[in-house]
């Protein structure tokens, strides 16, 4: 999405500054303070239900930073409500449509563009003008995906990028494989060359050790695209452009990659209905160089911290010269926290405040995710010597976050997305070849684009 | 009441006097029924008829469950379904196959185990209780064991077969198995049904089959002669719910398989639901719900037609 020129001006209003961490003191002090400690009189106190999918650990970290907002914003009382991934589309549907949501909802990048374009959810743009807030602290990658039609509805929490950009390797089945531990592949023929080696595959064909995870589906498809210097729609993002010669080209590179190193499609089904969900395959030994986004940093630490392993950017096709390493910021990944629209506007306001809290100020925004090792969208917070301190990789992901570009998306994203799956999946079982899938999809989806500019005329 | 005479004889001959209106706890009881049910009524109207009702409206709308626009677009979903909509008839083709395979399967399976644990054994109540088990293991919990069954390389179901020599079937990734794969793990269940056929068969009087033993009749000419006929009522009920249940089979392609590969495993509902709630279409939605409702109930009332030929309630 191009930047409208309403975030322009917001932009450049303000002049970028350095913000000094705030956290110690206040996660200190917060998880010592009861949830809901509002100091008000119940008469004048309002209260905020904040819905979220930080669960586990997080919550403790969350009601920390809630806490400390009662303190600050005496007459807010803020419930944390996490809830459960199971059928969270339905979930979050229901509760906006019924009438009664919750007064902020953490929201996918995707539900924030459909739910806006829906008129469902009520724009910020004038609480960050009132309250001056400087959007150049965030990577512009990470703001522009909270915007539709020049109108920002969220701000970001966590990044939407470091998503497709990175990958973690084993150095150990480097070494083992006769490859240099220390150059991960930068190109889709050195990545070749190294899945090549790194692979082992059992005598029947099936795949022992994954040399390179390989991802079909329409999010995994779009970030090598972006690295073959294609893109998804065009600028103005009524025309689908993923149906190009990169397009093309992209899909045959993937399809030959798994029928030259896993024998298929089928196979790699196989090797991966062998891990459940959570189960990290890198750390356990059967896949060698995996694309992951940053939380991979936690997982290490918490299933295996002396794993001995290594990080590079995702290989892009050299073979292309205007393809170079990128990543894709917001297009299957991406937060925010949305008010809903129709609140009352005392209640809308203190809604606002907690959404700038966890999404902006130092004391909630950074130190949430400094808490949990992973950079933040506002890009001052990741200068601090904490991440640098404690990993040792922290260099590749400001990289990887510098390198992001932002994709726009349209409210029928879904449906779009699972065309182009679908599609990728024929490809992938050998039921119509690159070309075909690529223009079956890019039919298909341009049906949708033109149906819904069709109803905005 | 206006036909009673203002007075009246008692058989002793007696006089007295008729009332001239009817006390007013004689008409409250009229209505006390309805008290008593309301709190069904209520439940049933709010939950079930009202959004069944506006189901069928909205399937001639364009509603949008974010913005609540809701524009009358006529018949438009439904030719849609029928003309426009390619995940449509994959999707009924897929419901009809595990319609057609489980439903069947179940009925045997349910009733043939019942049969079995019918039968005096030792700790015969300690099997009911195994094989009803697996029917109060939430959905979920039995999904995810099952993936580890079908597992291609290591699952359990590909190992017992490996052992007679059947080469590794891919259950869950590939086209031509997924289905059949979810009708397996449907036959986890049956103990519910199982139950009720237990229930039925013990209901069947014993004198039958003792007169059936002084008339040398064998184990299966009884079968088939005296517990068969006598349970069609149970097996009719069973096939009724086992229809209405396998139309709307949605748990285990939503955890598994999510619809594939290939769309394999894309059932009705699967369809129905992404619908709904990924692409916020809740009008098209609606129609489907109404037409899958409309099917269901065709199918019902053949097979409640068809009872009277193969139904026995005596």
Redesign the interface.
Known sequence: MTISEHHKRLLDRHTSRRRILKTGAALGIAPMLPVGAATTRAQEQITIDYWNWWDVYRVELMDGIIAQFQIDNPGIVVNNVPQTWDRRDEVVTTALSGGEPPEVIMASRQEIVRFADAGAVAPISKYVEADAIDLTRYYDSEIASMWWKDQIYSLPMPTAGGETGLTFYSKDQFTAAGLDPETPPTTWAELDTAAAALTKRTEDGAIDVMGASLDFSAGGYLANLYVNAGTLYSEDLRTVAFNSEQGVQTLQWMLDFAENHYGGYQNMLDFDLQFTEGQQPLLMGPVAHQYQNVSMFFHIEQNDPGFNYGVGYRPYNSDNPNAKFQGVAGLTFGWGYIIPSGLDPAVEEAAWKFVKRITYEDVGACSFMQSQLRPSPLQDCNSSTVFSESNPHWDKVLGALESDVPVGIVPPQSQVFSVLTEYLELAAFGEVDAQGAIDEAAAESQAMLDEYWGTQA | MSGLPVTDRTYSGAAIAAPTRTPLTWRIRKYLGFVFISPWLIAFLAFDLIPTASAFWYSFTDW??????SNWVGTANYREMIEGD?LFWPSVRNTLYYVGVSVPLGIVAGFFLALLLNTKIRFQGAYRTLFYLPAVVPT?AAT?LW?WV?????GLLNRALGVVGVDPI?W????DYSKQALIIMSLWSIGGSMVIYLAGLQSIPEDLYEAADVDGASWLSKTFRITIPLMTPTIFFNLLLGIIGSFQVFNAAFIMTGG????STRFYMLHL??T?????RMGYACAMAVALFMVVLAVTLFVNWSSKRWVFYS
């Open positions: 949008n469950v974010i913005s609540g626009s390619r979920v995810l993936i079908f597992d291609t390389r290591n891919r869950l990734t590939s086209p594939g590969p290939v769309n639901y992404e709904a709630f990924q692409d916020s």
